[in-house]
């Protein structure tokens, strides 16, 4: 564990806020990882005094952040404190771990798929990829209920990829694809290749039937990554 200094909090859609941290010390992560965050406080629900979050900055960028969606009401107690963190208050966290990381060959075509808070780990590797000017082949697929929930459109454009974006509730001004997000949307958006390796993230019963319908239509199991999130729909 090490000490976090809460630099600033910033609001990157609706009800998603990005709290940004001044380590202690350097941390040694790789883009994509998480990590778990220790917030004493009082009442604390059954939920605990800890959480894992993924690490959503990319370990070219000076601070170190995590982003979260906050309950419509009143949510959990260890939301509540997060939420109210001041500039200056230290917590602690744990030193990254995970697997859901970008392959060492970089020839490999990628297929990252981001549903709603999923997104968080896909914007910590194309940061990295456009902050390094790493070239790699790179599809992405974005999904949300409503096209204002479709974050980090500046940075996707960054970076040379194929984006793709699906909503379910479309205004008016929308132009790409409406519906759910399927394992046919996802073969008929990114191109077909057997190399790709499929990077999976969102809600975790998404997730699990995503990589299921993806296996049942012949993609190796070895090929699809997956990093999933409790707790939302």
Do not use: C
């Given at each position: 564990?090490q000490?976090?200094t809460?630099?600033?909090?910033?609001?990157?859609?609706?009800?998603?806020?990005?709290?940004?941290f001044?380590?202690?010390?350097?941390?040694?992560?790789?883009?994509?990882?998480?990590?778990?965050?220790?917030?004493?406080?009082?009442?604390?629900?059954?939920?605990?005094?800890?959480?894992?979050?993924?690490?959503?900055?990319?370990?070219?960028?000076?601070?170190?952040?995590?982003?979260?969606?906050?309950?419509?009401?009143?949510?959990?107690?260890?939301?509540?404190?997060?939420?109210?963190?001041?500039?200056?208050?230290?917590?602690?966290?744990?030193?990254?771990?995970?697997?859901?990381?970008?392959?060492?060959?970089?020839?490999?075509?990628?297929?990252?798929?981001?549903?709603?808070?999923?997104?968080t780990?896909?914007?910590?590797?194309?940061?990295?990829?456009?902050?390094?000017?790493?070239?790699?082949?790179?599809?992405?697929?974005?999904?949300?209920?409503?096209?204002?929930?479709?974050?980090?459109?500046?940075?996707?454009?960054?970076?040379?990829?194929?984006?793709?974006?699906?909503?379910?509730?479309?205004?008016?001004?929308?132009?790409?694809?409406?519906?759910?997000?399927?394992?046919?949307?996802?073969?008929?958006?990114?191109?077909?290749?057997?190399?790709?390796?499929?990077?999976?993230?969102?809600?975790?019963?998404?997730?699990?039937?995503?990589?299921?319908?993806?296996?049942?239509?012949?993609?190796p199991?070895?090929?699809?990554?997956?990093?999933?999130?409790?707790?939302?729909?």
């Amino acid at each position: 564990m090490q000490h976090w200094t809460l630099d600033h909090t910033e609001q990157v859609g609706a009800r998603m806020l990005t709290f940004w941290f001044k380590p202690e010390r350097p941390v040694d992560y790789v883009a994509g990882q998480f990590t778990e965050l220790f917030l004493p406080h009082d009442a604390a629900d059954t939920r605990g005094l800890r959480r894992w979050f993924t690490i959503s900055s990319s370990p070219t960028e000076s601070l170190v952040s995590i982003t979260t969606k906050m309950a419509a009401h009143e949510g959990s107690s260890f939301k509540r404190q997060l939420a109210n963190l001041q500039p200056g208050t230290v917590i602690q966290a744990a030193d990254p771990m995970g697997d859901f990381v970008l392959p060492k060959d970089k020839t490999i075509p990628l297929v990252l798929v981001a549903a709603g808070i999923g997104v968080t780990p896909i914007r910590s590797m194309v940061t990295w990829l456009a902050d390094t000017h790493e070239e790699r082949h790179v599809s992405l697929i974005q999904a949300a209920g409503s096209p204002d929930s479709l974050l980090y459109q500046e940075l996707w454009a960054r970076y040379p990829l194929s984006y793709t974006s699906i909503v379910k509730r479309p205004s008016a001004e929308y132009q790409g694809a409406v519906g759910p997000l399927t394992a046919d949307a996802i073969l008929q958006a990114a191109p077909p290749d057997a190399r790709n390796l499929y990077y999976l993230s969102g809600p975790e019963l998404l997730v699990e039937q995503l990589t299921k319908d993806l296996i049942a239509a012949g993609i190796p199991d070895y090929r699809v990554i997956t990093d999933y999130f409790h707790g939302y729909r």
